[in-house]
T-cell receptor, first 116, second 115 residues
Framework: AQSVSQHNHHVILSEAASLELGCNYSYGGTVNLFWYVQYPGQHLQLLLK??????LVKGIKGFEAEFIKSKFSFNLRKPSVQWSDTAEYFCAVNAGYGGSQGNLIFGKGTKLSVKP | GAGVSQSPRYKVAKRGQDVALRCDPI?????LFWYQQALGQGPEFLTYFQNEAQLDKSGLPSDRFFAERPEGSVSTLKIQRTQQEDSAVYLCASSLMTRPEYEQYFGPGTRLTVT
């Protein structure tokens, strides 16, 4: 069965620090990879996604993620975080066109707190 | 335009009661998903509809859980004889097409507390 692991439960950074959130998945076939973000009091929204092509994908608000197939990883990065990036971040995977045609498998999430 | 809406936003049920949670997807969206998010966990898939057809219900935790989407738009998730372990946030998501590359738009969720 597919699974997603997020290494950090809670990350605390100061503004302008660099961010990297780890995500590993277990599935040997073709995968689609996503990062979702949930700001305080708001609903889940898509940050970025990878389906194919350039393994370095750029999303909204200056976030990017790199797909490394050999490591089954899809880490999220941002060079300089802002207080407004305080949120919970979820990595998710969907196994192509097999199975349920689109349901996502999420990691447990990483809570990011940015100190002003 | 309007996003995905869910009602009620909060529901407190006594153990053994039945509850019904409603999801209004974005107009025209073919696919509709239900997820369950327990405290401190990521969302977990429950079931999926393509129009009115329930194509996958493999994630429903027990036969007390039932979902429907009779006219291919609004969906209802029903939980019979609620138990304490059913306490969670129930999320609904919709997407335009039944292909994984189409973004899933999430609603605000219904927080269910079973006492």
């Amino acid at each position: 069965a597919q699974s997603v692991s997020q290494h950090n439960h809670h990350v605390i950074l100061s503004e302008a620090a660099s961010l990297e959130l780890g995500c590993n998945y277990s599935y040997g076939g073709t995968v689609n990879l996503f990062w979702y973000v949930q700001y305080p009091g708001q609903h889940l929204q898509l940050l970025l996604k990878y389906f194919s092509g350039d393994p370095l994908v750029k999303g909204i608000k200056g976030f990017e993620a790199e797909f490394i197939k050999s490591k089954f990883s899809f880490n999220l990065r941002k060079p300089s975080v802002q207080w407004s990036d305080t949120a919970e971040y979820f990595c998710a995977v969907n196994a192509g066109y097999g199975g349920s045609q689109g349901n996502l498998i999420f990691g447990k999430g990483t809570k990011l707190s940015v100190k002003p | 335009g309007a996003g995905v809406s869910q009602s009620p936003r909060y529901k407190v049920a006594k153990r053994g009661q039945d509850v019904a949670l409603r999801c209004d997807p974005i107009s025209g969206h073919v696919s509709l998903f239900w997820y369950q998010q327990a405290l401190g966990q990521g969302p977990e898939f429950l079931t999926y509809f393509q129009n009115e057809a329930q194509l996958d219900k493999s994630g429903l935790p027990s036969d007390r859980f039932f979902a429907e989407r009779p006219e291919g738009s609004v969906s209802t998730l029903k939980i019979q004889r609620t138990q304490q372990e059913d306490s969670a946030v129930y999320l609904c998501a919709s997407s335009l097409m039944t292909r994984p590359e189409y973004e899933q738009y999430f609603g605000p969720g219904t927080r269910l507390t079973v006492t």
